[in-house]
């Protein structure tokens, strides 16, 4: 196979032919791995998106992907990624000291004050939402747990939001995190989402700056709209709109590791029993798993800062370079049985930035590691404790099964639960 062929110029094993974009596509999350596997290599180069790129997996290679000084996000990212995913001009994009200013605003409402609110803001969510269900026939999680999502991350950020434009948001919030990998009328939903709710948000931070909306200090609303940034000014109103964005879609998206973690719940019931003591520290090594054995995020892109050389290979200045995150957390030279679900691993592991990267790794403050790791690991242990202690439920048969290929990888039933029960 051409794949196979070893470049001996550059030393970097290649993947031949003109572009390989459409093997991403069918490949999915195993795209990268599966090269690695065949060439024996946790570096390969290939083009990706007509151009020339480099594949990157395992720790070593997050600790240099993450050195700030090799590469740089500017222009990185595909462009139909921005126009649903990430929008323009945000966090994600910036490189050195607007980066780290940036990055400060958004860790500045992660302090342990703001995720206790959010924790008790998502058990209240719950608590309603258990109320409706025992009233209902069949209850399809997936799109259940995303209004759930929806109104706490609303609540959270400071966002008001009408009770009958609650579902028509949370759709269009979905649409923005299902659409960057798709084509056709699924992909443009997204793009007309992102622009709908960014006029929506970009009134509101108007109203904000007016004295006529007041939200909580503190809030996402209210700290991105009074911030300034490193010459003094307030951001303008749509790289603020995308900034609070940046907070609600993704607190919307934790929907999918909740709907993996009703998934687990349900697969592996002797595991879920040792949930049943309610010892936080077996919820947390639950989550963490649920969080490196199911797909979410495939990879991260960025490019090359200036030429630089890594374990003998040469990486060009402007390279675009990604790097294997679902692979990384599937690496059997960093877990042992690594397609074992088993949170006992997380028991005795003693934690590095670079080898465990389901939202990307490294420093917080310094790189782009996700801003919402902490909230997603909160939000997700009170919907363990739902899941597994605080109710009663039937999972008929359906099809459970979930695909390595669609990004981002969703159970094609979207867990349907019935009969269900508040325990008492
Ligand atoms: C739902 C589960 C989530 C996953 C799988 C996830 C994954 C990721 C990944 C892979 C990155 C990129 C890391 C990189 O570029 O190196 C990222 C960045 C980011 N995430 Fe998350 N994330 C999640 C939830 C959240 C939540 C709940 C929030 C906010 C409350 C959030 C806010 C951000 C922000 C602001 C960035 C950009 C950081 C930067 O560029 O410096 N994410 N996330």
Redesign the pocket.
């Known amino acids: 196979m051409e794949m196979n062929e070893v470049s001996n110029t550059n030393q970097m094993p290649r993947e031949e032919g003109i572009d390989h974009s459409l093997s991403l596509m069918r490949e999915g999350y195993m795209y990268i791995m599966n090269r690695r596997h065949s060439f024996n290599s946790n570096i390969f180069k290939t083009r990706l998106f007509g151009k020339k790129a480099i594949c990157i997996g395992g720790k070593e290679a997050a600790e240099v992907f ?1 050195d700030t000084e090799k590469f740089k ?1 500017k222009d990185a990212a595909p462009n139909r990624a921005v126009q649903t995913l990430f929008g323009k001009n945000g ?2 994009a910036l490189d050195g000291q607007n ?1 780290k200013h940036r ?1 400060e605003m ?1 860790m500045s409402i992660m302090s342990p004050d703001e995720l206790e609110k959010l924790t008790d803001i998502t058990k209240n969510q719950w608590e309603m939402a258990v109320d409706k269900w025992e009233q209902m026939d069949k209850v399809v999680l997936y799109e259940e747990v995303q209004e759930i999502m929806c109104r706490t991350a609303c609540q959270w950020a400071g966002v008001p939001v009408q009770e009958d434009e609650v579902k028509k948001l949370t759709k269009d919030l979905v649409a923005m995190f299902e659409s960057p990998a798709t084509v056709g009328p699924a992909h443009w939903l997204g793009r007309n989402a992102r622009n709908r709710v960014e006029k929506w948000i970009g009134e509101l931070i108007n109203e904000v700056r007016d004295g006529k909306v007041n939200p909580p200090e503190n809030t996402a609303l209210h700290r991105f709209a009074w911030h300034r940034d490193l010459e003094g000014n307030h951001l303008d109103t749509e790289t603020t709109a995308v900034e609070v964005i ?2 609600l879609r ?2 919307v ?2 929907a ?2 909740i709907n993996f973690t009703a998934l687990a719940v349900h697969h592996y019931p002797e595991e879920r029993e040792k949930l049943e003591t309610g010892d936080e520290k077996y919820a947390q090594m639950f989550v963490q798993e649920v969080r490196r054995f199911y797909p ?2 495939p990879f ?1 892109v960025a490019l090359v800062k200036k030429d630089f050389t890594w374990n003998s290979y040469k990486f060009e200045e402007g390279t675009l370079t990604l790097l294997d ?1 679902y692979g990384t957390n599937h690496d059997p030279e960093i877990w042992d049985n690594p397609d074992e679900f088993s949170p006992d691993r997380f028991a005795e592991w003693e934690g590095s930035p670079f080898s465990f990267i ?4 490294g420093d917080y403050f310094m ?7 902490w ?2 690991i909160e939000v997700m242990k009170v919907s363990l404790d739902y899941l597994a202690n605080r109710m009663n439920y039937e999972v008929p048969d359906q099809d459970l099964s979930f695909s390595m290929v669609s990004i981002p990888s969703i159970p094609h039933s979207k867990v349907v639960i019935k009969n269900v029960k508040r325990r008492i």
């Open positions: 993450y996000r966090v994600q980066h990055k958004f940046n907070i993704p607190i998206a934790i999918i590791f979410f995020f991260v995150l389901p939202q990307g790794g790189g782009h590691r996700c801003a919402g790791e909230v997603t």
